[in-house]
């Protein structure tokens, strides 16, 4: 079974950070761009972030450029969400998702897989 598991979320106060991590199982992550996105009541979800198969390319919506850092660790089979000076307007559920698409690169459409979500609630 293919199975994308999120980690990390709970409630920090703004300023602070918090690391999400995204688990693989049952798939190779290798073969796989991977995507972090977000939603809130209400909104669209949003792509946050995306890293390429290798970790070469790696993209960042323009509101969390400079606090947040996408990194991957294929060993592992995990993604990470470095989140650092959060803000109330970051509270959302966080989702990660896999793109099996092969063309070096990252994207926010496609998504072949996806977790069930971590929630984050950046409050004082």
């Known amino acids: 079974q293919l199975l994308l598991v999120e980690s990390g979320g709970g409630l920090v106060q703004p300023g602070g950070s918090l690391r999400l991590a995204c688990a693989a199982s049952?798939?190779?992550?290798?073969?796989?761009?991977i995507g972090w996105f977000r939603q809130t009541p209400g909104k669209e979800r949003e792509g946050v972030s995306c890293?390429?198969?290798?970790?070469?390319?790696?993209r960042y919506v323009d509101s969390v450029k400079g606090r947040f850092t996408i990194s991957r660790d294929n060993a592992k089979a995990t993604v990470y969400l470095y989140m650092n000076d959060l803000k109330p307007e970051d509270t959302a559920v966080y989702y990660c998702?896999?793109?099996?698409?092969?063309?070096?690169?990252?994207?926010?459409?496609?998504?072949?897989?996806w977790g069930k979500g971590t929630l984050v609630t950046v409050s004082s």
């Open positions: 049952g798939f190779t992550l290798d073969n796989y761009a």
């Open positions: 890293i390429s198969r290798n970790g070469d390319t790696t």
């Open positions: 998702a896999a793109d099996r698409r092969n063309y070096g690169g990252c994207a926010y459409s496609g998504m072949d897989y």
